[in-house]
């Protein structure tokens, strides 16, 4: 199988940046979102103002809906970051209630 190249460039955390706000996202302080977006990422990021994106009959579009802000996308974000540490702690709380319960139940056999 041939190599393939990737042949795009990754774009700067200052590119990425203009690119969301050439696409009509709105930022509250600039500076506090590119430091945002040099610690989550654009690519994680993108999922979150994915539903702010324009559509037209046939397709979803690269720019947002009038209002968009980029600190709703991350207040999307900080909520599923959030919300998933507590399913998982309570999954580990579930997973170590089951594994104590097992433990005695075989312990005394």
Known sequence: MPDLVYKKLALTFLKQFQHSG???MAFDNRDKAQKQLSCISYYRLSG???SFR???DERVTNH???DTR??????LYEFNREFRLLVLDGIEWLWEYLRT????????K
Request: hydrophobic content about 25%; cysteine-free.
């Open 54 to 56: 324009l559509r037209d």
């Open 101 to 108: 319960g097992e433990n005695i139940q075989y312990g005394n």
């Open 22 to 24: 050439s696409n009509g």
């Open 64 to 66: 947002f809906e009038p």
């Open 48 to 50: 979150y103002w994915y």
């Open 70 to 75: 980029y600190g709703s996308a991350v207040a």
